[in-house]
C-alpha cells in the first residue's frame, strides 16, 4: 500500500530553520513529481513547492521563494523541504502529496509553528 510519512515539524521562532522529509513506499518513487502543500488554521490547502522526476525542475509558490528548497533523494525514495527564514504565516500543516493516474495521495501531515 502506498505510502507517504512526513517528519521533521515543530515549533521555531521567526527567522529560524527547519526541515522537513517525506518517506515514500510502495511506488516507483523517481517516475513521479512529488510536491509539498500546506494547510493553515482557517484556510484552505495550498502548494508550496513541487519538483519533478529527475529532481533538476523545481517550482515554488511566490510566498516561499527564496526561503524554502525543495530537493529529493531518490535512492532513498525521500522528498525533502527546506525552509529557512520562517516566519508566522508560514505556521500550518505541511503535507507531501504525490499523483498517479489523477489521483492524489496524501501524507499525514507535519506541524510546523513559527512563533516568539
Known amino acids: 500500500q502506498l505510502q507517504l510519512v512526513e517528519s521533521g515539524g515543530g515549533l521555531v521562532q521567526p527567522g529560524g530553520s527547519l526541515r522537513l522529509s517525506c518517506a515514500a513506499s510502495?511506488?516507483?518513487?523517481?517516475?513521479?513529481?512529488m510536491n509539498w502543500y500546506r494547510q493553515a488554521p482557517g484556510k484552505e490547502r495550498e502548494s508550496v513547492a513541487r519538483?519533478?522526476?529527475?529532481?533538476?525542475?523545481?517550482v515554488y509558490a511566490d510566498s516561499v521563494k527564496g526561503r524554502f528548497t525543495i530537493s529529493r533523494d531518490n535512492a532513498k525514495n525521500t522528498v525533502y523541504l527546506q525552509m529557512n527564514s520562517l516566519k508566522p504565516e508560514d505556521t500550518a500543516v505541511y503535507y507531501c502529496?504525490?499523483?498517479?493516474?489523477?489521483?492524489?495521495?496524501w501524507g499525514q501531515g507535519s506541524q510546523v509553528t513559527v512563533s516568539s
Open positions: 502529496n504525490v499523483r498517479i493516474r489523477g489521483f492524489d495521495y
Open positions: 510502495e511506488f516507483p518513487f523517481s517516475s513521479y513529481a
Open positions: 519538483i519533478f522526476s529527475g529532481g533538476g525542475v523545481t
